[in-house]
């Protein structure tokens, strides 16, 4: 059974960090695609951070200088580093992964397009 358990959310002040991870457990296919997704109460979910098991990654405009996706496949961890945090970067973020998609353009990933998510880790940006 695959799990996907975000952690590392919280509350900062604009201009600060925060670093979330995705413990990923009960995953044996051989490749993944797998991407940060975040939503804020009256938004639209955007998919912000991809990355491929190939090491591709993609981010999106609106944090592309600031976000940073990576995975540690020895421990089978992904993490969003996020730097220069702003107000809308407020949402809660949501770690998903596939195991037949190939990643490519974050702009074109679509929450439909993934087998597993997990439950999210709520960031607050204030001010």
């Known amino acids: 059974q695959v799990q996907l358990v975000e952690s590392g959310g919280g509350s900062v002040q604009a201009g600060g960090s925060l670093s979330l991870s995705c413990a990923v457990s009960?995953?044996?296919?051989?490749?993944?695609?797998m991407a940060w997704f975040r939503q804020d109460s009256g938004k639209e979910r955007e998919a912000v951070a991809s990355?491929?098991?190939?090491?591709?990654?993609s981010v999106a405009d609106s944090v592309k200088g600031r976000f940073t996706i990576s995975k540690d496949n020895t421990k089978n961890i992904l993490y969003l580093q996020m730097n220069s945090l702003k107000p809308e970067d407020t949402a809660m973020y949501v770690c998903?992964?596939?195991?037949?998609?190939?990643?490519?353009?974050?702009?074109?990933?679509?929450?439909?397009?993934?087998?597993?998510r997990g439950k999210g880790t709520q960031v607050t940006v204030s001010s």
């Open positions: 009960g995953y044996t296919y051989s490749r993944y695609c």
């Open positions: 990355i491929d098991s190939d090491g591709s990654s």
């Open positions: 998903t992964a596939d195991p037949v998609r190939w990643c490519g353009e974050v702009s074109r990933l679509r929450w439909t397009d993934f087998s597993y």
